[in-house]
C-alpha cells in the first residue's frame, strides 16, 4: 500500500467520489435485502434469499465497507461527516407522502372520470386516515429524544419510581404498534415525571378564567378580552425567572418572552391553532407557584369557543383538580353541566371538581 501523499488533491478527491459511489451501491444492495423481506403491499423483489444467504451478503459487504475506510484512511483522504440528519430527511418524506395521498381526493381525480358518490365517500375517509397517521408520526418525530417512552421510563425506574404497570402498557404499545395510544402514555409519563399538582380551570368563554389566573400569580401574564383568548391550555408554573415555552406539532420548541403569548394562545393571533401549538407553559417566579402548584387556563367552551372547545375536554383527564368557572350574572348551561359531569364521571380519573 503506498503511503499518504502519493496522490495529488484531484487523485484524492477522484478516490474519494468512487469510494463514495460504491458504497451507495452497497446501500443499494441493503436496501434490496431489506424490501424483499418487506410486508409492503407493493413489494419489488420476490424473497427468493434466504436468510443465510442474507447474512453472507451482509457480512461481504461490511468487509468491503472496512476495506474503503482502510484505502482512504492510507491515502490520507478525509471522510465527510453526515450533513443530513436523518429525522429531517424522514420528515421530509412524510411530507411528499401527504401530498401522494392528497392528490386521490376526489376533487383531484374528477379529471380520471366521474366518481360515484359511495367511492368518493370512502376515498375521502381513506386520505383523512392516511394524512393523520402522517401526522401523528410527523408530530412524534419533531418532539426529538422526549418521545422515547422507554428511555423516559427507564430513567424514572431509575430514580426509584413505581412504574411496573406503565412499564406493561409501554411494551403491549410497542410489540403489537398500538400507535394511536402513544399520546396518552406520554401524558401519563408526564405526570410521572413532574412532581406538580395540577389545578385545570375550565368554563364558558369570557367567564373571567384568565383574570382568575392572573390575580393568583400576582401579574397580569394571561391575555384576557371579550373574544375567545385561548386557543390552547396555557399551564402556569413556577420558574426562577418570567419566561414561556410553545410546543409545536411541526417544528422544533420555541422560547419567548411572556409578553408575546397572545401570539400563541389567543384566538385572533392564531386562529384554529393554525400553528400547530400543543402545549404552552408559562414559568413564573410567583410564590403562589413555588411549592409545585400548578394551574391551566384553558380553551373557554360555549358557541363563542372554536377548535380550542375540543382541547379543553381533551386536558380533563390530565388534571388533579378541576375547576368550573360559572358567570354569576345567567344561570348553568349545557356547557357547564357537561363540563361538571365530566369532572365528576368514576371513569374519569384524576380529575375531580
Known amino acids: 500500500m503506498s503511503s499518504p501523499g502519493h496522490l495529488n488533491p484531484s487523485q484524492r478527491l477522484h478516490l474519494l467520489s468512487s469510494c463514495q459511489y460504491a458504497d451507495k451501491l452497497l446501500s443499494e444492495i441493503e436496501a434490496t435485502l431489506a424490501a424483499s423481506q418487506s410486508r409492503s403491499p407493493f413489494p419489488k423483489f420476490q424473497p427468493d434469499i434466504s436468510p443465510a444467504q442474507a447474512k453472507v451478503v451482509q457480512d461481504y459487504i461490511a468487509r468491503m465497507r472496512a476495506q474503503l475506510v482502510r484505502i482512504l484512511v492510507a491515502q490520507g483522504v478525509a471522510i465527510p461527516a453526515p450533513h443530513i440528519g436523518s429525522v429531517h430527511s424522514i420528515r421530509v418524506t412524510l411530507g411528499f407522502a401527504d401530498i401522494a395521498f392528497d392528490e386521490c381526493r376526489p376533487k383531484r381525480m374528477a379529471g380520471y372520470g366521474e366518481l360515484a358518490d359511495g367511492a368518493a365517500a370512502e376515498i375521502e375517509g381513506l386520505v383523512d386516515e392516511m394524512q393523520g397517521v402522517i401526522s401523528r408520526l410527523d408530530s412524534y418525530l419533531a418532539q426529538g429524544q422526549s418521545a422515547d417512552l422507554a428511555q423516559r421510563l427507564r430513567r424514572l425506574e431509575e430514580a426509584g419510581s413505581d412504574i411496573g404497570q406503565v412499564k406493561s402498557l409501554e411494551r403491549a404499545i410497542d410489540q403489537h404498534g398500538l400507535v394511536e395510544f402513544r399520546p396518552a402514555l406520554g401524558t401519563i409519563i408526564d405526570r410521572l415525571e413532574g ?22 400569580v400576582e401579574r397580569d401574564v394571561l391575555p384576557v378580552g371579550v373574544n375567545p383568548v385561548t ?26 418572552d411572556t409578553a408575546r403569548l397572545a401570539e400563541f394562545v389567543t384566538e385572533e393571533r392564531n386562529p384554529a391553532n393554525v400553528q400547530n401549538v400543543t402545549r404552552i407553559v408559562v414559568e413564573l417566579p410567583a410564590p403562589r407557584l413555588r411549592e409545585g402548584v400548578v394551574y391551566v387556563d384553558t380553551p373557554g367552551l360555549g358557541s363563542l369557543a372554536t377548535a380550542g372547545a375540543s382541547e379543553t375536554r381533551a386536558y380533563l383527564p390530565r388534571c388533579d383538580l378541576g375547576v368550573v368557572l360559572i358567570d354569576a350574572g345567567s344561570t348553568l348551561t349545557e356547557d357547564d353541566l357537561a363540563t361538571i359531569a365530566l369532572c365528576t364521571m368514576p371513569a374519569s380519573p384524576p380529575a375531580s371538581c
Open 195 to 216: 412532581n406538580a399538582f395540577e389545578i385545570a380551570v375550565f368554563g364558558r368563554v369570557s367567564s373571567g378564567k384568565s383574570s382568575l389566573l392572573n390575580h393568583i
Open 231 to 256: 386557543a390552547v391550555p396555557t399551564r402556569l408554573a413556577y420558574g426562577s425567572q418570567a419566561r414561556a415555552t410553545a410546543w409545536f406539532a411541526d417544528r422544533k420548541p420555541e422560547q419567548f
